[in-house]
């Protein structure tokens, strides 16, 4: 009885997932956002430095953060990020030059204590482009296996064409949470 209840239970219960997608200016987190939304009637609130839309993917509905990523913004990133189940960390993997402040700011935003558990996927956005560095070069440039207390994994993707954005749509179901 408490089985099929728990059945019942979970068919009428809606999985939700909160995002926090951030990363420096011009990654292409709008654009991954847009990806993201395709097709999908989403509701947006625009806001200066701010984009926030639900999209419903899978089953889930996921209200995504997209925050600002100039310098003003980015002590902002871990206020927003306490409040979610899962963080999107972007990478523009055509700009070599910007990888050093990328690696910066995540780990800075990952001293915050209240992040110690979130699960980050790091996006290595901007594939379409050649050169541009490949997962092991992302790996260590960003110097993930320094973060061991955070569940990471890492997308290699195009936010423009859609190349392999399946895997960021899966990994974020699988960090869905019932409701
Ligand atoms: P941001 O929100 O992180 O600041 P945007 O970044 O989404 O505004 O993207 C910045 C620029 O990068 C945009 O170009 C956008 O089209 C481009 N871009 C985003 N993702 C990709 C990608 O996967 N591949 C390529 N080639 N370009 C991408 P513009 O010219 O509009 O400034």
Same mark, same amino acid.
């Given at each position: $009885?408490?089985?099929?209840?728990?059945?019942?239970?979970n068919?009428?219960?809606?999985?939700?997932l909160?995002?926090? $997608? @951030?990363?420096?200016e011009?990654v292409?987190?709008?654009?991954?956002?847009?990806?993201?939304? $395709?097709?999908?009637?989403?509701?947006? @609130?625009?806001?200066? &430095?701010?984009?926030?839309?639900?999209?419903?993917?899978?089953?889930?509905?996921?209200?995504?953060?997209?925050?600002?990523?100039?310098?003003?913004?980015?002590?902002?990133?871990?206020n927003?990020?306490?409040?979610?189940?899962?963080?999107?960390f972007?990478?523009?993997?055509?700009?070599?030059?910007?990888?050093?402040?990328s690696?910066?700011?995540?780990?800075?935003?990952?001293?915050?204590?209240?992040?110690?558990?979130?699960?980050?996927?790091?996006?290595g956005?901007?594939?379409?482009?050649?050169p541009?560095?490949?997962?092991?070069?992302?790996?260590? &440039?960003?110097?993930?296996?320094?973060?061991?207390?955070?569940?990471?994994?890492?997308? $290699?993707?195009?936010?423009?064409?859609g190349n392999?954005?399946?895997q960021?749509?899966?990994?974020?179901?699988?960090?869905s949470?019932?409701?």
């Amino acid at each position: $009885m408490g089985n099929l209840f728990e059945k019942l239970k979970n068919l009428f219960s809606t999985q939700k997932l909160e995002v926090c $997608m @951030v990363g420096l200016e011009n990654v292409g987190k709008t654009t991954m956002l847009n990806q993201l939304s $395709m097709g999908d009637p989403s509701f947006t @609130v625009p806001t200066v &430095g701010l984009n926030v839309r639900t999209v419903k993917k899978g089953g889930v509905t996921m209200k995504i953060w997209d925050i600002g990523g100039q310098v003003q913004y980015r002590p902002e990133w871990g206020n927003y990020a306490q409040g979610c189940d899962a963080l999107i960390f972007l990478v523009d993997t055509s700009n070599q030059a910007t990888l050093g402040t990328s690696k910066k700011e995540l780990h800075n935003l990952l001293d915050n204590k209240s992040l110690r558990n979130i699960p980050i996927l790091i996006i290595g956005n901007k594939i379409d482009v050649n050169p541009h560095l490949n997962e092991k070069q992302l790996i260590e &440039g960003l110097n993930l296996d320094y973060i061991t207390s955070n569940g990471w994994a890492v997308a $290699m993707c195009s936010a423009l064409t859609g190349n392999n954005i399946t895997q960021v749509v899966d990994w974020l179901i699988t960090k869905s949470k019932k409701q």
